[in-house]
């Protein structure tokens, strides 16, 4: 059964870089044809997908926010990587990792993240 | 970006009762290559993850209860509970990743009448 865990700070400052990690375990991060993704939820709104890892290494990335997003893959932790620079109190949500393979299938249970002074 | 537009908002439903939930996309997510929608059904309850429901517009994850259902192609799609329960009270988005920007709609809140 594959697991994902987030991690990183739960507290931002504005204008400075937010970092989270995902561990993922029950399973290898380079195997078979998966995308792995970074969302987020504001509290009490709705679903939003930051950007993907494909297995390849090839990374997709929302629109509005590609100025800002890397997402990155170290296979040899079984790790991936979200690094969203000058944050804003609109980046403070609840962030998820999760795979996806024709839906997304195994999620972490998220990483709230307040970007405040 | 492709746009995800859900109806209603929210709806509550009496228990046993059928409630249905639309998910309508900017534009197409069938592709007419393999003739599939690249579209899912999500529920998620407070404070969880959110669960894949139905993929392919229509496939039933292994799991899940026979009371869901999906159905639609192109731009239109529908998510139903033939009788609901209690444990069906969440919210429930569609998802679409036809191409590289993969959108959300904003969710449907269901509750019970």
């Known amino acids: 059964q594959l697991q994902l865990q987030e991690s990183g700070p739960g507290l931002v400052k504005p204008s400075e870089t937010l970092s989270l990690t995902c561990t993922v375990s029950?399973?290898?991060?380079?195997?078979?044809?998966?995308?792995w993704g970074w969302l987020r939820q504001p509290p009490g709104k709705g679903l939003e997908w930051i950007g993907n890892?494909?297995?390849?290494?090839?990374?997709y990335y929302k629109a509005s926010l590609m100025s800002r997003v890397t997402i990155s893959v170290d296979t040899s932790k079984n790790q991936f990587s979200l690094k969203l620079s000058s944050v804003t109190a609109a980046d403070t949500a609840l962030y998820y990792c999760?795979?996806?393979?024709?839906?997304?299938?195994?999620w972490g249970l998220g990483t709230l993240v307040t970007v405040s002074s | 970006d492709i746009v995800m537009t859900q109806s209603p908002d929210s709806l509550a439903v009496s228990l046993g009762e059928r409630a249905t939930i639309n998910c309508k996309s900017s534009?197409?997510?069938?592709?007419?290559?393999?003739?599939?929608?690249?579209l899912v059904w999500y529920q998620q309850k407070p404070g969880q993850p959110p669960k894949l429901l139905i993929s392919?517009?229509?496939t039933r994850e292994s799991g899940v209860p026979d009371r869901f259902s999906g159905s639609g192609s192109g731009t239109d799609f529908t998510l139903t509970i033939s009788s609901l329960q209690a444990e069906d009270v969440a919210t429930y988005y569609c998802?679409?990743?036809?191409?590289?920007?993969?959108?959300f709609g904003q969710g449907t809140k269901v509750e019970i009448k």
């Open positions: 890892m494909f297995s390849s290494g090839t990374t």
């Open positions: 998802q679409q990743y036809y191409d590289n920007a993969w959108t």
């Open positions: 029950g399973g290898s991060i380079s195997s078979g044809s998966n995308y």
């Open positions: 392919w517009a229509s």
């Open positions: 534009q197409s997510v069938l592709y007419t290559s393999n003739n599939k929608n690249y």
């Open positions: 999760a795979r996806h393979s024709g839906g997304f299938r195994d």
